[in-house]
C-alpha cells in the first residue's frame, strides 16, 4: 500500500540514518560513527580527481550531521523541527539559550506567533446541514378507503424539515477573536432565521471570555455572557448567561458546568440550567483508546431521563466505531445503534437507528466533510414495526458495502495515485541527485569493502551476498505492478565490523549508498548473507531495526562455501576493483 509523504520528508536530510545512529545515541556512539564515516569518505585518500570530489561532498554531508547532532542545542531543534528548524528566523535568539529543554521552549514560542499570524489571514468555517425527512408512508399501514381516495399506490415521501447554520471565526490579535454565525430552519411550511455576533477574548492561560449578540424574526434579540475558567490542573467551571427579549418581557437564563477530570481517561460533569427549561444534570465521561463510556442522570422540566451510551473502537481498525446507547425518561424510551467509518482522510460517514416509544422508528445518516455537516434524520414509521427495524438496519450496509465497491475505493485510489504521480514528479529532481550521490558512495566504499570481505573471509565471518532495497511484489495478483530495488549489496558490507551489521530503525534511505527508488510507496530491505560457511535470508521494513546474524545463525561449516561465495560476490560485485598491484603503486593500504 502506498502512503504518502510530507513535503518535509522530501526536503530533509535525516542525519541519523545517514550516520546509522538511534535517535536517543550518546555522544560516544555519535562520535564512533563519525569517526568510521570519515576515515571511509575522506578525500585525502583518493588520487582520482573524480572520486576526490565526490569524496569531499559527502565528507562535508556527514561532518554537517555530526556539527547538528553533538550540539545538545542544535540537536534539540533538530529533533523537533528537522533540518528547517535550523533555519528558522529567531535563531539569534535560541542561540544564546543554554540547556535544550530552552531550546525547545523558545522555538515551540516562535512557532506558536508564525501559526497565529498565519490564522489572522484566515477564517475558521463551520456548517451544519440538516434535512428531515418524511418516510412514514413506506411502512405505516392505511385501509382501503384512503387508498382509493388518494388515486396512487406509490408511497409518499415529503421533506418535512430544514435546518442551515454556518460560522465563521476571524482573529483579531493573538488573544482576541470575532465569530460571526447565522441559522436557517424550517418546519411544515413555517419557519424563520436568526442572527449572532460573539467576541471572545483570552484572558490568560486558565481562562477566557466571550460576548454574544443576537437577533432573528422567531426570537427577539438576545445578550449573552459566557465565562470559562480552569480552578484547578483537573477541574473547570462554564458559566453563560443570557437575557432574551421577547413580546412576553426579558426571559434570563443561566448555565453553569463544573467538570473535572476523575482520572486520566474519565471525566465527571454537573451541569445546572435555571430559566425557560429548568434541569439538573450530572454525567461521567470515560474515553479510552478502545472505547467511548457516557452514562447521565437529568432532573428537570419538562425533561427528565437515564442515559447509557457506549462506543467501541477497533485496534486493527481505526477508521471503524459501533455505538449504542438507552435512554429512558417521562417521554417513553429510545434504543439508539449504529456505526460510523471514515471513508477518505477528511470524512467520517455514519449510520444510526433509533427505536423508541412513542417515536418510533428512524434512520439517521451523517456525514462529516471537514468541518461541516451534514445530517439527515429519517422518519420511517410511528409504530414498532419489524420490517421497519430490519431495513434500516441492513439498508445502510448494503448500500455502503455497494457505494465502497462501486464509487468510494476506485476514487481514493485514483487519487492516491494521483498523489504520489505528483509526489514522485516533485521528487524527481532529488531522487535524481540522490541516486547519483549513492553511486558515487559506492564507488568511494569499495576498496574498504574488498578488506573488510578479505577479514570477514578469513574469519569465516559476515559476508553479505546479495542485498536489495525497494518495492517487492510477491502477490500473484499485484503481478502488474513494477518491482522497483535497487543493489545495496556494497553498502550493507561496508558497514560489517566485527562480524555483525546492525542498522537502526530509521529509514534505509537515508544511509550511505542508498536512495528512494520508489517514493511514497512501502519498502523493504532483503539480504542474503553467509555466516560461517551458511547461507540465510532476512527481510525487514523499511523502518524496522535489524540485527545479523542472529543468534540461531552461529553455526558451523566447512569453509569452502565461504571461498565459493566469495568468489561469486567478487564476479558480481566488485568487477572493477584494483588488483593488489594497482593498489601498491596508487599507494593505497591493501
Known amino acids: 500500500m502506498a502512503t504518502a509523504l510530507s513535503e518535509e520528508e522530501l526536503d530533509n536530510e535525516d542525519y541519523y540514518s545517514l550516520l546509522n545512529v538511534r535517535r536517543e545515541a550518546s555522544s560516544e556512539e555519535l562520535k564512533a560513527a563519525y569517526r568510521r564515516l570519515c576515515m571511509l569518505y575522506h578525500p585525502d585518500k583518493h588520487r582520482d580527481p573524480e572520486l576526490k570530489s565526490q569524496a569531499e561532498r559527502l565528507f562535508n554531508l556527514v561532518h554537517q550531521a555530526y556539527e547538528v547532532l553533538s550540539d545538545p542545542q542544535t540537536r534539540a531543534i533538530y529533533d523537533i523541527y528537522g533540518k528547517r528548524g535550523l533555519e528558522m528566523e529567531g535563531w539569534e535568539v535560541v542561540e544564546r539559550r543554554r540547556t535544550p529543554a530552552e531550546i525547545r521552549e523558545e522555538f515551540e514560542r516562535l512557532q506558536r506567533e508564525r501559526e497565529e499570524r498565519r490564522l489572522q489571514q484566515r477564517t475558521n468555517p463551520k456548517g451544519t ?8 408512508d413506506l411502512f405505516d399501514r392505511y385501509d382501503e378507503e ?4 388518494s388515486g396512487s399506490s406509490f408511497p409518499q415521501i415529503e421533506i418535512n424539515k430544514m435546518h442551515i447554520s454556518q460560522s465563521i471565526e476571524a482573529p483579531l490579535t493573538a488573544t482576541d477573536t470575532a465569530i460571526l454565525s447565522g441559522s436557517l430552519s424550517t418546519q411544515n411550511g413555517n419557519g424563520g432565521g436568526s442572527i449572532n455576533f460573539a467576541l471572545r477574548r483570552v484572558t490568560s492561560a486558565k481562562g477566557w471570555g466571550e460576548l454574544e449578540f443576537g437577533a432573528g424574526d422567531l426570537q427577539g434579540p438576545l445578550f449573552g455572557l459566557k465565562l470559562f475558567r480552569n480552578l484547578t490542573p483537573r477541574c473547570f467551571v462554564t458559566t453563560n448567561c443570557a437575557l432574551q427579549f421577547s413580546s412576553r418581557g426579558i426571559r434570563p437564563g443561566l448555565t453553569t458546568v463544573l467538570a ?16 425557560i427549561q429548568s434541569a439538573m444534570n450530572t454525567s461521567i465521561v470515560r474515553d479510552t483508546k478502545t472505547s467511548h463510556f457516557t452514562v447521565a442522570l437529568q432532573l428537570g422540566i419538562p425533561h427528565s431521563f437515564a442515559l447509557i451510551s457506549y462506543q467501541h473502537k477497533f485496534q486493527d ?20 445503534y449504529g ?26 445518516v451523517k456525514l462529516n466533510r471537514a468541518s461541516q455537516t451534514y445530517f439527515f434524520p429519517i422518519h420511517l414509521t410511528d409504530q414498532l414495526l419489524p420490517s421497519a427495524v430490519f431495513y434500516a438496519t441492513v439498508g ?6 455497494a457505494m465502497h465497491r462501486l464509487i468510494i475505493k476506485p476514487y481514493l485510489r485514483a487519487q492516491k495515485e494521483k498523489e504520489l504521480e505528483k509526489q514522485r514528479e516533485s521528487a524527481a529532481t532529488d531522487v535524481l541527485q540522490k541516486k547519483q550521490e549513492a553511486e558515487s558512495a559506492v564507488r568511494l566504499m569499495q576498496e574498504s569493502v574488498r578488506r573488510i570481505i578479505e577479514a570477514e573471509e578469513s574469519r569465516m565471518g559476515l559476508i553479505i551476498v546479495n542485498a536489495w532495497y525497494g518495492k517487492f511484489v510477491n502477490d500473484k495478483s499485484r503481478k502488474s505492478e513494477k518491482v522497483k ?20 530503525e530509521a529509514s534505509k534511505a537515508g544511509l550511505p549508498g542508498f536512495y528512494d527508488p520508489c517514493v511514497g510507496e512501502e519498502k523493504n530491505l532483503k539480504v542474503l548473507y553467509q555466516f560461517r560457511g551458511v547461507l540465510h535470508q532476512v527481510m525487514v521494513l523499511d523502518s524496522e531495526a535489524l540485527r545479523i546474524p542472529k543468534q540461531c545463525d552461529h553455526q558451523l561449516t566447512g569453509a569452502g562455501t565461504s571461498k565459493r561465495l566469495l568468489s561469486v560476490w567478487a564476479a558480481s560485485h566488485l568487477p572493477q576493483l584494483p588488483t593488489w598491484e594497482q593498489r601498491r603503486q596508487l599507494a593505497l593500504d591493501p
Open 260 to 275: 473535572r477530570n476523575l482520572d486520566k481517561n474519565t471525566v465527571g460533569y454537573l451541569q445546572w440550567r435555571w430559566g
Open 339 to 364: 456505526a460510523e467509518r471514515k471513508i477518505s482522510r477528511h470524512s467520517v460517514l455514519g449510520a444510526a437507528v433509533s427505536i423508541g416509544v412513542p417515536q418510533g422508528v428512524s434512520l439517521k
Open 485 to 504: 530495488v535497487i543493489d545495496v549489496t556494497v553498502p550493507l558490507q561496508c558497514l560489517v565490523k566485527d562480524s555483525k551489521l546492525i542498522l537502526t
Open 317 to 336: 481498525d481505526d477508521q471503524t466505531r459501533v455505538k449504542g446507547s438507552l435512554k429512558a425518561g417521562f417521554f417513553g424510551t429510545v434504543v439508539e
Open 396 to 401: 445502510p450496509l448494503v448500500v455502503y458495502f
Open 129 to 136: 446541514i440538516s434535512v428531515g425527512v418524511d418516510a412514514t
Open 146 to 149: 384512503y387508498e382509493d381516495v
